[in-house]
Nanobody, 122 residues
Framework: QVQLVESGGGLVQAGGSLRLSCAASGRTFSTDAMAWFRQAPGKEREFVSAITWKDSTYYAVSVKGRFTISRDNAKNTVYLQMNTLKPEDTAVYYC????????????????WGQGTQVTVSA
């Protein structure tokens, strides 16, 4: 099993920044990629960004150029730096560990954190 704990969410004004963290523990070697997803009220969970253990990174079109994913192997932690935040970025953000093959499909991720709320005010 892999345990994931997110932190760093909060309330920020449009144009501001936040950095999310995801601390992983347990059998982390069973995942070959980590990702961030988000879910807004009344909407489906959507892919935001992912990073593989070979340092390949992937971004949703809506966040590319504003968000940056990174990881610290020594700390078993993945980060999501979010800049130039917009009200439409408001959602619960989830960290996930991949157990399947797709990089951006919810179903490819078998390990999930509890989520952290990000609210961007206009």
């Amino acid at each position: 099993q892999v345990q994931l704990v997110e932190s760093g969410g909060g309330l920020v004004q449009a144009g501001g920044s936040l950095r999310l963290s995801c601390a992983a523990s347990g059998r982390t070697f069973s995942t070959d990629a980590m990702a961030w997803f988000r879910q807004a009220p009344g909407k489906e969970r959507e892919f935001v960004s992912a990073i593989t253990w070979k340092d390949s990174t992937y971004y949703a079109v809506s966040v590319k150029g504003r968000f940056t994913i990174s990881r610290d192997n020594a700390k078993n932690t993945v980060y999501l730096q979010m800049n130039t935040l917009k009200p439409e970025d408001t959602a619960v953000y989830y960290c996930a560990g991949r157990s399947g093959s797709s990089i951006d499909a919810v179903g490819a991720y078998g390990y999930w954190g509890q989520g952290t709320q990000v609210t961007v005010s206009a």
